[in-house]
């Protein structure tokens, strides 16, 4: 079955829930310091940067939400962990598939 073309309203809320994972990250290794050298703990939380291929291969890292690019852009979304991917995006778009097919989600 083809697969039917992202709109923007769904390339919206993919990106928003994409935000959402990436913001939640955390590295309990990570040592805090504050200002004078005041020592705030371990740990720390982070945001996964979103990496995108634009229609001539060049690659961009977004901390910030992913708002504003073409759904054809945003769908090449994904998470680089050494050498491998988790093309984020992709697996969000099959989520909310699952939920308006399965549970009748209407967006």
């Known amino acids: 079955m083809a697969r039917q073309k992202m709109t923007k309203k769904r390339a919206e809320l993919l990106a928003e829930l994409e935000h959402v994972i990436g913001s939640n990250c955390y590295n309990g290794n990570i ?46 979304g994904y998470y680089a962990f050494g050498a491998n991917r988790l093309h984020i995006i992709t697996a969000l778009d099959e989520v909310l598939r699952h939920l308006e097919q399965k549970h009748g989600l209407k967006l």
Do not use: H, M
């Open 31 to 76: 040592q805090n310091w504050g200002p004078g050298g005041a020592y705030y703990g371990e740990g720390r939380t982070f945001r996964y940067p979103l990496t995108t291929v634009d229609q001539d291969g060049e690659k961009r890292k977004s901390y910030s939400p992913a708002r504003g690019l073409s759904p054809e852009i945003l769908s090449t």
